[in-house]
């Protein structure tokens, strides 16, 4: 049975109950939240989030994280601090938003109509299984950019990745930005957005 808006809004309303605080993860956090920051000032920072309208949830203000020398930024989380450290979510770091896709295994291409991407920009998929030859959470870059299609490289530049099957249908692919910070420094999360319009 599809979900109104009205049931989307009731649990998004409740997660944001129980999602208290947003952390800061170097590679993909998976279900558990691997890969969080630590070191130096860095700390998971207490979040708000405005009222659900069409079927999506983001926080209500911006997040300053201090993060520590080294380190690399990739993903953004979700976190309980009411049920012992429980791990909710995640989202890719400057996602401008997460699109379904078809992948052909004939001609390698994946359709995400206006995606938005260039050639190299940093691409990510997740949520479920990916299309054979790819790996959830793994950072790849976008090729051979058209309107509504591209194709996965593993390197800025590099050869297509040979897809051999269209991956699950749970899962979806975003762009995804890469910060590494040389010096020790400060990451300004704007937004962080969680929706129940997929799937």
């Known amino acids: 049975m599809p979900l109104t808006n009205n049931a989307k809004h009731a649990m998004l309303s409740q997660l944001a109950t129980l999602m208290t605080h947003t952390s800061l993860h170097s590679a993909f956090p998976g279900a558990t939240g691997l890969n969080e920051l630590t070191g ?9 989030y405005s009222a659900p309208a069409s079927g999506e949830m983001t926080m209500a203000g911006p997040e300053l994280f201090d993060v520590p020398a080294g380190a690399t930024v990739q993903w953004i989380g979700g976190w309980s601090a009411l049920t012992a450290g429980t791990f909710y979510g995640y989202a890719p770091n400057g996602s401008t938003g997460v699109l379904e896709f078809i992948a052909d295994a ?3 291409f994946v359709t995400a109509p206006a995606h938005g991407f260039a050639n190299n920009d ?9 299309p054979a030859g790819l790996t959830e959470g793994t950072v790849y870059f976008a090729r051979n950019v058209t309107t509504d299609t591209f ?21 979806v692919v975003s762009k995804i930005v890469t910060e590494v ?6 990451v300004n ?3 962080f957005t969680h929706s129940m319009n997929l799937g």
Not at 40 to 48: D, E, H, L, N
């Open 40 to 48: 130096g000032a860095y700390a998971r920072q207490p979040t708000a």
């Open 106 to 108: 004939t001609t390698d």
């Open 122 to 130: 940093q691409i990510v998929f997740y949520g479920g299984t990916p």
């Open 151 to 171: 194709q996965v490289s593993a390197t800025s530049g590099g050869a297509a990745i040979n897809l051999t099957s269209a991956g699950s249908a749970l899962c």
């Open 181 to 186: 910070f040389a010096a020790a420094g400060q």
């Open 189 to 191: 999360v704007t937004t």
